[in-house]
Nanobody, 120 residues
């Protein structure tokens, strides 16, 4: 069983900063892709930022220059540093990871989500 535990969400004023964390635990052989998605009320879930394999990263255009994804491979943890946040960044943020479990079976897992609310 592989789990993702997110933390760091909350209420922040527009222009402020917030840092999200996501730690993977369980019977993991290798994580290939790990990142953050978000879902605002009435909207579809969308990619925010992710490590796409190796050192590659992918960011949504709406967050480029404001958000930064980083990771600690030893801890199977990714972070999302959110700067200059805007009210439109308000959403539930979900962590996602894909890779192989210790039985070398494909795995993909989602976190439970953490709410980020940006006040104007």
């Amino acid at each position: 069983q592989v789990q993702l535990v997110e933390s760091g969400g909350g209420l922040v004023q527009a222009g402020g900063s917030l840092r999200l964390s996501c730690a993977a635990s369980g019977f993991i052989f290798r994580i290939n892709v790990m990142g953050w998605y978000r879902q605002a009320p009435g909207k579809q879930r969308e990619l925010v930022a992710a490590f796409t394999g190796g050192d590659g990263t992918n960011y949504a255009d709406s967050v480029k220059g404001r958000f930064t994804i980083s990771r600690d491979n030893a801890k199977n943890t990714v972070y999302l540093q959110m700067n200059s946040v805007k009210p439109e960044d308000t959403a539930v943020y979900y962590c996602n990871a894909a890779g192989l479990d210790i039985s070398l079976r494909d795995l993909e897992v989602w976190g439970q989500g953490t709410l980020v609310t940006v006040s104007s």
